[in-house]
C-alpha cells in the first residue's frame, strides 16, 4: 500500500479537526480504523504539523515526554522543544539532576516550561550549579514554587529575563534575611510588583513579614500557613502597599487545629471576619502542598470558601464571595 493511501486512509484533515476541537473520540476512532486497515501506522510520512499535534497528545502527562525521548531518534528530535510538558514537577534530587542535564544539552527545552516547582532539596554544590541554570534556562515560566534564595537569585542576575512570572510559591518561612535579600537584588522590587499571586506555605508572622520597602502593586491572591489571622489583617488594610488585594487565604496547620484544647473553630472565634477577601482553610493531616499547587491558583480558595459557608450555615450567617 502506497505512502498516499495511508494517510488518506488516517484521514489528516479529520484527525486536524479533531485535535484542534480535543475531541478525543474521534482520535481514537481514526486511530483505531486507521490500524484495523493498514496494520501498522506511518507516523514517520506524517506532515510535521499532525506529527506533533499527535505527539503534544501524548506528553499530556509529563511523564510520557521521558519515554519519548528514549523511543525512536526521529521521535525524540520531533517531541524535545514541541512537546515540553508546561507543568514541570522537580520534587527530588533526581528528576532535578536528570532535567539539570537535559537543559545543559539542549537549553531550548527550557523555554517550553510554564510552571515549575523547584524543591528538590539538591545538597549546597549542586544547588549553586543547577539552580541558576535551571532557572535561567525556564526564562518563561509564570508559576512558580521555590526556596526564597532561589528567587533572589534570580533576581540577582544581570542577565534577568523572567517577565513572565505572576505566581510564586515559597515553601519555607520567609525570614527577614530572605526579604532583604530580595529587595537588594537588582530586579527583586520589580518582580515582587509583577506577581498576582504570592503563596508563603511555611508560615508568615508579622515580625518577619514583609518589610516596609517592599509593595505588592498587583497582588491579587495571597496566601499563607499561620496560626492567627492577625498578620494577615495588617496587609488586608495597607491599600499603599496592597492595593488591588481580591483573596486571602490563611491555611491552619493540621498540627495546630487538631491539638487538645484547639478545635475546628478556633479561629473563626476571633473578631472582624467580615472582610469577605478572606478565608481560612483548616488542612487536613493528608494535606500535601504540592497537591495544592498543581491543583492551581483558585482551588485553595475556593477549598476556604466552602468550609467558612458550612460552618457559618450552622448560625445561618449568610456571606457572597468575589
Keep these: 500500500m502506497s505512502t498516499t493511501t495511508d494517510i488518506d486512509v488516517f484521514s489528516l484533515h479529520g484527525l486536524a479537526r479533531a485535535l484542534a476541537e480535543q475531541d478525543f473520540e474521534i482520535i481514537r476512532a481514526s486511530w483505531h480504523e486507521s490500524l484495523s486497515r493498514m496494520g501498522s501506522f506511518p507516523f514517520k510520512d506524517l506532515p510535521v504539523e499532525i506529527a506533533v499535534a499527535i505527539l503534544k497528545l501524548a506528553t499530556t502527562k509529563s511523564s510520557a515526554y521521558s519515554v519519548l525521548m528514549r523511543t525512536s531518534k526521529p521521535i525524540a528530535a520531533l517531541a524535545r522543544l514541541h512537546c515540553v510538558p508546561e507543568q514541570v514537577v522537580l520534587s527530588n534530587s533526581d528528576t532535578a539532576i536528570s532535567f539539570f542535564t537535559c537543559i545543559s544539552v539542549h537549553p531550548g527545552v527550557g523555554a517550553g516550561v510554564k510552571q515549575l516547582w523547584l524543591l528538590p532539596g539538591l545538597e549546597s554544590g549542586q544547588a549553586a550549579t543547577a539552580y541558576p541554570a535551571i532557572m535561567k534556562a525556564c526564562l518563561n515560566v509564570e508559576r512558580l ?43 527583586g522590587a520589580r518582580l515582587l ?110 477549598t476556604g470558601a466552602a ?16
Aim: glycine share 6%; net charge negative.
Design 145 to 187: 514554587a521555590c526556596f526564597p534564595d532561589t528567587l533572589a537569585d534570580m533576581c540577582s542576575d544581570t542577565d534577568f529575563r523572567h517577565t513572565s512570572p505572576v505566581d510564586v510559591t515559597f515553601s519555607q518561612p520567609v525570614v527577614p534575611w530572605h526579604w532583604d535579600r530580595l529587595l537588594g537584588a537588582r530586579h
Design 193 to 302: 510588583n509583577q506577581l498576582h499571586g504570592l503563596r508563603i506555605a511555611g508560615g508568615i508572622e508579622s515580625a518577619v513579614g514583609p518589610p516596609r520597602g517592599i509593595s505588592f502593586q498587583n497582588l491579587t491572591d495571597l496566601t499563607m500557613s499561620a496560626r492567627t489571622t492577625t498578620s494577615v489583617r495588617a496587609y488586608m488594610f495597607d491599600t499603599l502597599r496592597f492595593p488591588r488585594l481580591v483573596r486571602v487565604v490563611v491555611t491552619v496547620p493540621y498540627s495546630d487545629w487538631q491539638s487538645p484544647g484547639n478545635g475546628m473553630d478556633f479561629l473563626m472565634s476571633e473578631p472582624d471576619l467580615s472582610d469577605v477577601r478572606l478565608c481560612i482553610v483548616h488542612c487536613s493531616n493528608k494535606w500535601k502542598e504540592m497537591d495544592v499547587w498543581k491543583e492551581g491558583a483558585h482551588k485553595i480558595w475556593n
Design 307 to 322: 468550609e467558612w459557608n458550612a460552618r457559618a450555615s450552622l448560625n445561618g450567617t449568610q456571606r457572597e464571595w468575589m
